[in-house]
């Protein structure tokens, strides 16, 4: 089992930034790959980015890429979203996810654990 809590959210005029932060617990940390979505009003849940157990692959969405960037700290159980030039399309919920690759995370077929979401809202 994993547990993940989502933090960072906010209103921001668009062109800022935020930074989001999900924390994890309970199987080894470095153990799983590590990923964001996001769900926005009336939509499905997109993939926005993930990263490998080691941190050394990424993935972007093509609408985010050049201005999100996924890390993580393995130290520190803790996975960021760094997200400048903020745009209003990038208001929605944001979704952490554990699984066992990023491939599978992306394709959204291996997440058995989610957060609970934090809002960003980008105004205009």
């Known amino acids: 089992q994993v547990q993940l809590v989502e933090s960072g959210g906010g209103l921001v005029q668009a062109g800022g930034s935020l930074r989001l932060s999900c924390a994890a617990s309970?199987?080894?940390?470095?153990?799983?790959?590590m990923g964001w979505f996001r769900q926005a009003p009336g939509k499905e849940r997109e993939f926005v980015a993930g990263?490998?157990?080691?941190?050394?692959?990424?993935d972007y969405a093509d609408s985010v890429k050049g201005r999100f960037t996924i890390s993580r700290d393995n130290a520190k159980n803790t996975v960021y979203l760094q997200m400048n030039s903020l745009k209003p399309e990038d208001t929605a919920v944001y979704y952490c996810?554990?699984?066992?690759?990023?491939?599978?995370?992306?394709?959204?077929?291996?997440?058995?654990?989610w957060g609970q979401g934090t809002q960003v809202t980008v105004s205009s």
């Open positions: 996810t554990a699984g066992n690759l990023l491939a599978t995370i992306k394709t959204k077929t291996d997440t058995p654990y």
């Open positions: 309970g199987r080894t940390f470095s153990s799983v790959a």
């Open positions: 990263i490998s157990r080691s941190g050394r692959s990424t």
